[in-house]
């Protein structure tokens, strides 16, 4: 049973990884299957598990963190999709985050993301306005990050078509968001 913070409280699940999404730069993406035990009751969600690379060579990616402070960090990762949350909720920005984000803690071993898993819109499969209304989406949402003295990567955006079929930017990858510091 792994523990999952995050949410309203921590709680403890199990987590099997189905098949492999994708990998990048930080690491892998899986499809995992996440069942939950809440008051006798067992409830399974099918999301995603981002499993980060160790960072071996400090030197090597120093130049990086110094950048990107949450570099292969999951716990800085998990810690800026808080900030955003809330920040989101309070000053009603209309980012488009990920509904559900958790910290898995490993003992011996590093810790992973569990998050919704986001259906992916292909490039390929663009039709008219679609590239348009994803980089219109990603500015504005880029824009009012600005405002809150917050710096965001162009892939931290992720482009899904929604059910009205419209493209929309949602942010997914956590990494490249940093809080700037006035001078």
Same mark, same amino acid.
């Given at each position: 049973?792994?523990?999952?913070? =995050?949410?309203?409280?921590?709680?403890?699940?199990?987590?099997?990884?189905?098949?492999?999404?994708?990998? =990048?730069?930080?690491? *892998?993406?899986?499809? +995992?299957?996440? /069942?939950?035990?809440?008051?006798?009751?067992?409830?399974?969600?099918?999301?995603?598990?981002?499993?980060?690379?160790?960072?071996?060579?400090?030197? *090597?990616?120093?130049?990086? $963190?110094? *950048? &990107?402070?949450?570099?292969?960090?999951? $716990?800085? &990762?998990?810690?800026?999709?808080?900030?955003?949350?809330?920040?989101?909720?309070?000053? =009603?920005?209309?980012?488009?985050?990920?509904?559900?984000?958790?910290?898995?803690?490993?003992?011996?071993?590093?810790?992973?993301?569990?998050?919704?898993?986001?259906?992916? +819109?292909?490039?390929?499969?663009?039709? =008219?306005?679609?590239?348009?209304?994803?980089? *219109?989406?990603?500015?504005?949402?880029?824009?009012?990050?600005?405002?809150?003295?917050?710096?965001?990567?162009?892939?931290?955006? !992720?482009?899904?078509?929604?059910?009205?079929?419209?493209? /929309?930017?949602?942010?997914?990858? !956590?990494?490249?968001?940093?809080?700037?510091?006035?001078?």
């Amino acid at each position: 049973m792994a523990k999952l913070r =995050g949410g309203r409280k921590t709680v403890k699940a199990k987590v099997k990884r189905k098949k492999f999404l994708g990998k =990048g730069f930080e690491g *892998k993406v899986f499809e +995992a299957e996440v /069942t939950v035990k809440k008051k006798g009751k067992e409830r399974t969600v099918t999301l995603a598990e981002k499993k980060f690379k160790r960072t071996r060579y400090k030197e *090597k990616y120093a130049r990086q $963190k110094k *950048k &990107h402070p949450s570099f292969r960090d999951p $716990k800085k &990762h998990f810690a800026t999709y808080q900030e955003l949350k809330q920040l989101n909720q309070e000053k =009603g920005l209309g980012l488009r985050l990920p509904r559900t984000v958790r910290l898995r803690k490993r003992l011996l071993r590093k810790s992973t993301l569990v998050m919704s898993k986001i259906e992916i +819109a292909r490039f390929e499969d663009f039709k =008219g306005r679609d590239l348009k209304n994803f980089i *219109k989406d990603t500015k504005r949402q880029v824009e009012a990050l600005k405002n809150y003295d917050y710096g965001i990567g162009p892939d931290s955006f !992720f482009p899904v078509r929604g059910k009205n079929g419209k493209i /929309t930017a949602v942010i997914g990858d !956590f990494g490249t968001i940093r809080k700037i510091k006035k001078k």
